[in-house]
């Protein structure tokens, strides 16, 4: 079969037509998974730091809170939005944890852990994360968690692990705790962007203690 001279240049257009929307195709596949990468990495970026300002109520902020004198600051529930909350609390459903050194549990005992005005916890998620991340480093765990560099040297380190934290009260910390110094930050959040509530002393028999090998 012969193909006229018009109708071998409209084949070859039609090739060429396809060959581009191919390669465009794939291109744009490419700069969509790019994007995607990027805007996941934004977002968790914002849920640290930017989300964070827009947590407050309309009229409220963080410089607000801070600078209210410790025994006056007002309950989160006031200058936070619901959703914030909801939403930071969620996130302790599987647990909570915190770290201490064995020689202060040996101290005061392990009857009750805790103060009676809240217990500092972060969620059992970032706890894993921050160890992980630590690879049995002690200097990264005290720089992640604004402990003093040196402070828990020496020492044995223990885990500690509250499954359901949520009947312990578990709560936004408000700034009024004894626990709470000059590195406080309104909102539950720790100053390298970990999550942190508060919850009642915690019972014998509610919780598990592991001892974490740093050095």
């Known amino acids: 079969m012969f193909l006229s001279s018009k109708m071998r240049l409209f084949l070859i257009s ?4 396809n060959a581009s929307i191919s390669a465009n195709a794939t291109t ?14 934004h977002f968790f970026q914002n849920d640290t730091t930017d989300f964070l300002v827009k947590a407050f109520k309309k009229g409220h902020s963080k410089d607000e809170i801070v600078s209210i004198p ?8 006031n200058y936070l939005k619901w959703r914030y909350r909801h939403r930071h609390q969620r996130n302790f459903r599987r647990g909570a944890s915190f770290l201490t050194q064995k020689h202060i549990l040996d101290k005061y005992g392990r009857t009750m852990l805790g103060r009676q005005d809240g217990l500092f916890v972060m969620c059992k ?3 894993n994360d921050l160890l992980q991340k630590a690879n049995g480093q002690l200097s ?4 992640e ?3 003093p560099a040196g402070m828990w040297k020496n020492s044995e ?8 934290p949520k009947k312990l009260k578990l709560r936004l910390p408000s700034g009024n705790e004894t626990g709470a110094n000059e590195l406080w930050i309104p909102g539950g959040k720790l100053p390298n962007g ?12 509610k919780y598990t203690e592991t001892t974490i090998i740093l050095k």
Do not use: Q
């Open 70 to 77: 410790k025994g006056s600051r007002p309950n989160p529930s």
């Open 14 to 17: 039609l090739l060429l037509f």
């Open 125 to 127: 998620k970032e706890m």
């Open 140 to 143: 990264y765990v005290e720089t």
């Open 28 to 41: 744009k596949t490419v700069l969509v998974s790019e994007y995607f990468n990027l805007s996941e990495s």
């Open 194 to 205: 970990y999550m942190e509530s508060v919850i009642n002393p915690v019972p014998e028999g």
């Open 145 to 147: 968690l604004g402990i």
């Open 157 to 164: 380190i223990i885990r500690i692990d509250i499954r359901r």
